[in-house]
């Protein structure tokens, strides 16, 4: 697609709850992330893939989070056993190569509450 | 310290003011500065890269300086279509080379008013 899809767009969870996100990211690029935005419009990163590789998972809280980028499947972002403090809206990325590009094409985001 | 900082304002200009905003980064190795634009509740877009010489499109200019770790985003003769949160953004490394993953500011706040 012309344009990285991401779904659902809202999200609501019980704590302890499972939550799974999904993303396409536009069709040739082999760079995917993603960012986490809580409040106050703090950008974290979470995890980058290269092709369905992961490249750098810094960012993920490895205990209750997981991600995926399988052949021929959108992307994937899971949340096990949600906490409060994981709401937020969850933005995927991608960008069709490294090196100093720094144009990142955003999906509208997935927007998750738990309650 | 943050890896990239800017004031979050808010910035309240009239229609036709100039309005400033300014950056820092941690870095000195960081290889490559954007400014992203983000309106309420949207994904973030690409504003406008930041070269070393200074770079202009528009209304909007943006200047980097090295030397302080600086970056900054001028906006003349404001419209109310401005009114964003913007974004200062460096490219982060990873063995020593840019891949593209970003590192956000906290983004400073724009009102444009009549």
């Known amino acids: ?115 | 310290r943050k890896e990239v900082e800017q004031d979050p304002g808010p910035f309240n200009v009239p229609e036709g003011a100039t309005v400033a905003f300014n950056c820092t980064y941690s870095n000195s190795a960081s290889q490559s500065f954007f400014w992203y634009r983000q309106d309420c509740r949207k994904e973030p877009k690409l504003l406008m890269s930041v070269y070393s010489s200074g770079n202009e499109d528009g209304r909007f200019t943006a200047q980097l300086n090295r030397a302080s770790q600086y970056i900054s985003l001028l906006i003349r003769d404001s419209k109310l279509s401005d009114s964003a949160t913007y974004l200062c953004v460096v490219t982060a490394l990873k063995g020593g080379t840019s891949y593209g993953k970003l590192t956000f500011g906290q983004g400073t706040i724009l009102t444009v008013h009549p």
Request: aromatic content about 14%.
């Open chain 1, 1 to 115: 697609g012309e344009e990285v899809a991401q779904t659902p767009k809202h999200l609501v969870r019980g704590e302890g709850q499972k939550a799974k996100l999904y993303c396409a990211p536009i069709k040739g690029h082999s760079y995917v992330f993603w960012y986490q935005q809580v409040l106050k419009n703090e950008f974290k990163f979470l995890i980058s893939f290269q092709n369905e590789n992961v490249f750098d998972e810094t960012g993920m809280p490895k205990e209750r989070f997981s991600a995926k980028c399988l052949p021929n499947s959108p992307c994937s972002l899971e949340i096990q056993a949600t906490k409060l403090e994981d709401s937020a809206v969850y933005f995927c990325a991608s960008s069709p190569w490294t090196g100093r590009t720094g144009e990142l094409f955003f999906g509208e985001g997935s927007r998750l509450t738990v309650l």
